[in-house]
């Protein structure tokens, strides 16, 4: 149960983890030792195996999410590329401000972040900018927990033959994504979000043949997608010193996803996480941001209460004394916090949240209404 000195994480990252895959950083491991690459191997056949698996490879990074998108974005875009980035927060813009720094030519479909991907206006760009080589799409924007219409930006995608490279760090391993069915280049994500991994590790998961053909594009040595996969490819090994504890941590994850019944599995708890968290705070006068309808179960963002005597850092305070962490907002326009769904927690411990929330009210003097 929850306590000031542990608290459990109830953010985007990163995440409570549970005791067992926190023991397998227990050991050292040689990172040119067989036993190592062994397990490396399997992690990352693993890893292919969560988005259908044939034709796809997984290429791990070192260093949190945004090295494996920073990474994808620089080894997939050539300099001669142009890329549309679909930007509903902050995690879009990021891949826009990356893009340019890799000197690429960047065209952006900008949206307010409580609304989807425009799919119509998405396939108007495609139609009147040939020179867009590829999309870049974040799954899950964790700015505010919208999910964007992947499949359908897709397939528009796909019909103007560009390729789609997407951001899936909060949506990975816990909302479906087949390779078979959804055509998309490459996928980045990261250890230590919906596989409930331990932070340290990012991969990209993209198709063999497109992978092959963007050697060389690469603007920074380490961030080399096609490099990296060729030395492991070829032995076994790393290019540089790996993350090995994180390694052995994401297998015990992976293996612990397996059991919870894969990708559909890890959903259901999600869900129920998050209705648990959702109907609890209205009950309690808060407000969403977003209609359920284009809420993921992620993280939820709510709307500062406009009660002037609410003041996010007392009550934030009074919260972590009762051992939950929660997320001040990230929104530009609203004023917000967000409280998340994701990580080794479960109706429990989200119940016990919901009333660790009625008791800092309470402590703060506060009882907000619930009139609709
Ligand atoms: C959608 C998305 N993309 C990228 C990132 C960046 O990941 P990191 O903070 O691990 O670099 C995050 C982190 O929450 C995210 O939610």
């Not at 974005?73 to 990356?98: D, H, I, K, T, W």
């Not at 010193?241 to 959903?267: F, S």
């Amino acid at each position: 149960m929850p306590c000031a000195d542990e608290p459990l994480l109830l953010t985007p990252g990163p995440l409570t983890t549970a005791r067992r895959v926190k023991e397998r950083m227990l050991r050292d491991w040689g990172s040119r030792d067989e036993a190592f690459v062994r397990l490396n191997r399997e992690v990352l056949d693993r890893l292919t195996a969560l988005v259908g698996g044939s034709g796809m490879v997984t290429v791990p990074m070192q260093g949190s999410g945004s090295f494996a998108v920073e990474a994808m974005l620089g080894s997939f875009v050539p300099p001669s590329g142009r890329l549309l980035v679909c930007v509903n927060g902050a995690y879009g813009q990021r891949m826009a401000e990356m893009a340019r720094r890799h000197g690429r030519q960047v065209a952006v479909l900008v949206q307010p972040e409580d609304q989807p991907t425009d799919v119509a206006a998405l396939d108007r760009m495609l139609e009147t900018d040939p020179a867009i080589s590829h999309v870049a799409v974040v799954h899950c924007e964790t700015t505010s927990g919208i999910l964007n219409p992947l499949p359908d930006v897709a397939a528009t995608a796909a019909r103007h033959r560009r390729s789609l490279l997407v951001d899936a760090m909060s949506a990975f391993g816990a909302l479906p994504l087949d390779a078979g069915t959804v055509p998309f280049t490459a996928v980045a994500a990261s250890a230590n979000k919906c596989l409930e991994g331990v932070p340290g590790l990012g991969f990209v998961i993209a198709r063999r043949e497109a992978l092959a053909a963007c050697t060389g594009h690469a603007p920074a040595l380490c961030l080399d997608l096609p490099a990296q996969h060729l030395a492991m490819e070829q032995t076994g090994q790393w290019r540089f010193t790996p993350p090995t504890h994180v390694i052995a941590a994401l297998h015990q994850a992976l293996l612990d996803h397996e059991a919870e019944g894969g990708q559909p599995g890890r959903l259901r708890r999600y869900r129920e996480n998050c209705r648990i968290l959702v109907d609890g705070m209205r009950a309690l006068g808060f407000q969403t941001l977003l209609p359920d309808a284009l809420q993921a179960p992620i993280i939820v963002t709510f709307r500062l209460p406009a009660d002037p005597a609410f003041d996010f850092g007392r009550f934030y305070d009074a919260l972590r004394r009762r051992g939950f962490a929660i997320y001040p907002g990230k929104l530009t326009a609203a004023p917000s916090f967000r409280i998340g769904c994701i990580g080794a927690l479960g109706p429990t411990e989200m119940r016990a949240a919901v009333q660790a929330v009625a008791d800092a009210l309470d402590e703060l003097g506060l009882r907000l209404s619930t009139a609709a």
